[in-house]
Nanobody
Framework: QVQLVETGGGLVQAGGSLRLSCAASGRTFSSNAMGWFRQVPGKDREFVAAINWRGFNKDYADSAKGRFTISRDNTKNTVYLQMNSLKPEDSAVYYC?????????????????WGQGTQVTVSS
């Protein structure tokens, strides 16, 4: 089992930045690929960013490319999502997820553990 706790959400003006953190506990964090997803009411949860177990390979949704950066610190059992140049359409609940995989994954169904989510609201 892996327990995930996200922090760092909040209210920010358009053009601003936020850094989300996801602290993991339980089984060995460093053997999990990690991802960030987001969801707004009435819509499916969507992929934002993913990183493999070592942090060498990363992938981003088109909406996140050039603005968001995913990273991880396996010594701290933490994965991060740095979000810059935020837009109102980035407003959502952001979820951290862990997959029983060394290789990064982009599908919601490919992840095995989920955090409770953190709200990000971007005002115009």
């Amino acid at each position: 089992q892996v327990q995930l706790v996200e922090t760092g959400g909040g209210l920010v003006q358009a053009g601003g930045s936020l850094r989300l953190s996801c602290a993991a506990s339980g089984r060995t964090f460093s053997s999990n690929a990690m991802g960030w997803f987001r969801q707004v009411p009435g819509k499916d949860r969507e992929f934002v960013a993913a990183i493999n177990w070592r942090g060498f390979n990363k992938d981003y949704a088109d909406s996140a490319k050039g603005r968001f950066t995913i990273s991880r610190d396996n010594t701290k059992n933490t994965v991060y999502l740095q979000m810059n140049s935020l837009k109102p359409e980035d407003s959502a609940v952001y979820y951290c997820a862990a997959a029983n995989s060394l290789v990064l994954r982009v599908g919601v169904d490919e992840y095995d553990y989920w955090g409770q989510g953190t709200q990000v609201t971007v005002s115009s």
